[in-house]
């Protein structure tokens, strides 16, 4: 087994992803597409493209192939075809208080740059064999087998070859992972961590590690959210408060970069305090308000 493992960088990324050739049983696999049109090297040679989830810094690459076979989730499919990527960012853009009409110029940049990317991707599916994940054929040959890993977002999936993980964006080094759900996490981690069929680490961004080098990583992730949760229920009142208020106390001198990250962050950590019925959420209102259930 032969594993390389390419960086791609594109505006707005903050850092490198990385994709993966994976050489196995006769057949190369691409774990993921990469942030750049330019990512894919020896295309030809690709037997079927496995993608982890929709998010375009590991999908962009695909909207330069064409004819080949790319395995994804029926959830990662939906998430292109139906341009939830442009109703998910308007919705954290609506969230503080803004809409695709009024964003700051800085967010309105980034926006319309995904937005961009996202479109090419999904143009490019038409153009290429798409395969659900249970119905590719190195999965139902027991070569590749996965696992939903829901959190980061609500499409991820984890692949394992041999005992090599690939896990996308969930396990990445210095904590740095934006999640949905923070719950639906820590559930997707340690479903992952009971299993005894991987040994060896290659995620989305960063370096390559072995699995007892990577809990200090999760650690240092799960144990970053659960301040960052605590702090935010602490800036909650039973007042309405505007969710933009909440996330400038929540997160100080960032960049225009890190703001939006810092915002679609904020919504996951929302939305998981609204599912333990800790916080009621206004989502009619631009901004949404925000208000600590009684009790």
Avoid at 92 to 114: C, D, E, V
Wanted: one cysteine or more; charged letters at 25%; aromatic letters at 12%.
């Amino acid at each position: 087994m032969e594993i390389k493992r390419i960086e791609s960088y594109n505006m707005p990324l903050d850092r490198p992803a990385n994709n993966y050739i994976v050489s196995f049983e006769g057949e190369k696999y691409l774990i993921d597409a990469g942030a750049s049109q330019n990512t894919i090297i020896d295309i030809d040679k690709i037997d079927y493209i496995l993608i982890t989830h929709s998010h375009w810094d590991h999908t962009f690459g695909i909207s330069g192939v064409r004819g080949k076979k790319i395995c994804m989730s029926r959830e990662t499919y939906d998430e292109i075809v139906n341009e939830r990527f442009i109703e998910n960012t308007e919705r954290i853009a609506k969230a503080f208080g803004y809409n695709s009409n009024s964003l700051p110029k800085y967010a309105s940049g980034i926006m319309n740059s995904m937005i961009s990317y996202y479109n090419k991707v999904r143009k490019a599916l038409d153009q290429n064999d798409i395969i659900m994940t249970d119905e590719c054929k190195p999965i139902q040959e027991g070569l590749v087998s996965y696992m939903k890993c829901y959190g980061h977002s609500y499409d991820h999936v984890c692949y394992i070859i041999k005992n090599h993980l690939f896990p996308g964006d969930n396990i990445l080094p210095g904590g740095n992972i934006t999640l949905l759900d923070f719950f639906e996490y820590n559930k997707s981690m340690i479903n992952l961590y009971s299993r005894n069929d991987w040994d060896y680490i290659h995620p989305g961004h960063g370096p390559e590690i072995k699995r007892n080098e990577s809990v200090t990583w999760l650690s240092d992730t799960i144990t970053g959210k659960i301040r960052r949760l605590l702090t935010l229920i602490s800036f909650i009142n039973h007042e309405w408060t505007p969710a933009d208020k909440i996330l400038f106390k929540l997160y100080r001198n960032l960049n225009d970069l890190l703001i939006f990250v810092a915002a679609r962050s904020m919504l996951g950590y929302l939305l998981s305090l609204e599912s333990l019925k800790l916080v009621e959420i206004n989502k009619k209102q631009n901004p949404w308000l925000i208000r600590k259930l009684q009790g």
